[in-house]
DNA sequence: GTTGTGCATTGATGTAGATCAAGAAATGAA
DNA sequence: TTCATTTCTTGATCTACATCAATGCACAAC
């Protein structure tokens, strides 16, 4: 378990990578994402100070995700085999949670559902990232983002 | 931890229930589903021999899940708090992981690459539950899954 | 200052998949 | 068996969102 510094835009894991660490974010911004067949990014998750964040594949296997850092930031890494002797049940079962409202909403929700959703839940990640990172969290484009909110300010 | 027999079609859980209950299925077929606003059904899993199911929402909260039989099935019943309890982390993680490449797909993959990692990945449940079902887990209706299985028929 | 470079917005058009409606085929019950 | 119910398919139309393209803005580098 060690800490290290890491730059705005410094990539700790790329796709296809054999990586067996696991990041806890003590200050700062990361996020991992994948990049499809036709090179579009959809981000999976953004890890803000005391989240952590890995590839959720098994540990001797390519990742499927890259991670990068939005913000400058101080982490500390431990090794998968680590962090799985010490992790808490509970707050896996929090996660599974926070992944399983994901799936329903993607298949239930209209756009504009999950992104109010989305500024409900994580409002401080709003103000930290481009809105086209916010489209790709919510599985859409920027110009769709852009009309969401177009429409939400005109409810008011 | 009890076992209890359930005939196809009864419902184990209603969403809104506070229910603290964790369903391993010894034979049989189980399934969690959410209904949306519009009355429509999402099938969030399918439970086969030996899997575990069970709505990941807090144990004092109110579930967002029903879960119901397919099939006549054999049940062991446990609490959530002895599950935690029990729950191996590996397992969890495993758990996670398919969650994640859930996720990603229902981003970035169209609906008839969708279906064909469904078959690839699950060919036993494709022969044990109607197609709309299978549509309804992938995130498109029964009409959309139709075109789409027509169209890998004559890929051939 | 000027000249990028990335981001957000807006408009025009395209498309995957939804919805609606009608038949056909399979399944189950009496 | 027959009748009813559910499931699957097919066609016509509709819509949410994608794609493509242009413009305006902010902010950083020089």
Redesign the interface.
Same mark, same amino acid.
């Given at each position: 378990m060690r800490e290290i510094k890491v730059k705005k835009g410094q990539i700790l894991q790329h796709k296809g990578d054999i990586n067996t660490r696991v990041y806890k974010v003590k200050s700062g911004l990361l996020r991992s994402y994948?990049i499809?067949d036709k090179g579009?990014e959809?981000i999976?998750m953004f890890a803000p100070e005391n989240w952590i964040i890995a590839?959720?594949?098994?540990t001797s296997t390519p990742c499927?995700?890259f991670i990068d850092a939005l913000e400058d930031s101080v982490l500390l890494i431990s090794e998968k085999e680590e962090e799985? &002797?010490n *992790?808490k049940?509970?707050s896996?079962?929090n &996660?599974? *949670?926070a992944?399983?409202?994901?799936?329903?909403g993607?298949?239930?929700?209209p756009s504009i559902e999950r992104y109010k959703k989305f500024l409900e839940t994580y409002p401080a990640i709003t103000q930290r990232v481009p809105q086209r990172m916010i489209a790709s969290y919510l599985?859409i484009t920027p110009e769709a983002l852009s009309r969401v909110r177009k429409e939400i300010s005109l409810e008011k």
């Open positions: 994948s499809d579009k959809h999976y590839d959720n594949c098994e499927n995700l799985i &002797r *992790a049940v509970k896996l079962v &996660r599974l *949670a992944l399983q409202d994901r799936i329903l993607l298949m239930s929700s599985g």
